[in-house]
């Protein structure tokens, strides 16, 4: 995939909309190896979820406006993440990080696993967790049933 390498093998700069739970862990954890990571979130409370020893920044604000996001750093970003609560904010963001911003890897996670589907058709890289927990606990169901 179009930026992997980037982010293995360099510090690489990474943007991240949503400091929730999986946002906090995902920016602790680039920010820990090395990275160079910026968070953006509507709420300032959000980012209590980051560790004492975090290094990146943290901006309050809208990861759906091209002036906030060139403030996180989107022009030099290699990857861009959406990880709010809502779909449609996820997937504005990640279509403006990908095709305004030319980021070369964009991820949005979407709860809803019909609306992942037409969005990856569309070219968008999305992870839905409503269909990899369902898979997880379908795997493990059936191994003991």
């Known amino acids: 995939m179009p930026g992997t390498e980037a982010i293995k093998q360099n510090k690489s700069n990474i943007v991240i909309m949503g400091c929730g739970r999986v946002g906090g862990k995902l920016a602790a954890m680039f920010d820990a190896a090395g990275h160079k ?5 509507l709420d300032a409370y959000s980012f209590r979820r980051l560790p004492p020893t975090f290094s990146g920044t943290a901006l309050i ?11 996180a750093g989107i022009e030099n970003a290699n990857a861009f993440i959406a990880l709010t609560q809502g779909d449609n904010r996820n997937v504005m963001a990640a279509q403006i990080a990908k095709h305004i911003f030319e980021v070369p890897r964009v991820i949005c996670r979407i709860y809803d696993p019909l609306r992942k589907d037409i969005y990856e058709q569309l070219g968008l890289e999305s992870i839905s967790p409503t269909e990899v927990f369902a898979d ?10």
């Open 61 to 71: 604000g809208d990861g759906t406006d091209e002036d906030m996001l060139r403030k």
């Open 136 to 145: 997880l606990l379908f795997q493990r169901l059936s191994q003991k049933i």
């Open 37 to 41: 990571v910026t968070v953006v979130d």
